[in-house]
């Protein structure tokens, strides 16, 4: 694959959108985020940011390459809430751009092997 990256977020409600754009441009702003992007770019991956549902408790997020058939063929999904990042239990933990970009990291890796 070559050619122009496409991030989409499934819309998921107005404050879930704004949230995972939020993280989106605060990864943009560190060197290690836009060269993520730039790579997804280069790859040509098509990425898709969606709510899980149903949520998971503990909290999880994960990364899934689709099928090489079908409608959704070559497509990345990640499965991210940023309402649940850092956790109630430990909100000293890891913040949603943190979650996002390793999801994100994890997409490179599958759109390189596709």
């Not at 098509?46 to 079908?70: K, Y």
């Not at 000293?92 to 599958?110: N, Q, S, T, Y």
Request: glycine share 10%; hydrophobic share 45%.
């Amino acid at each position: 694959m070559s050619g122009k990256a496409r991030l989409r977020i499934k819309p998921a409600g107005a404050r879930f959108a704004d949230a995972v754009l939020a993280d989106l441009l605060a990864i943009r702003r560190m060197s290690e985020g836009r060269m993520v992007f730039r790579k997804l770019r280069d790859l040509g991956a098509l990425v898709t940011i969606e709510r899980p549902d149903p949520s998971s408790e503990p909290p999880n997020a994960w990364t899934q390459a689709l099928g090489p058939e079908g409608q959704h063929a070559g497509e990345i999904r990640i499965f991210y809430d940023p309402a649940c990042w850092p956790h109630p239990v430990d909100p000293a933990g890891l913040g949603g751009a943190e979650i996002l970009f390793g999801r994100l990291k994890d997409a490179v890796i599958m759109a390189a092997e596709m």
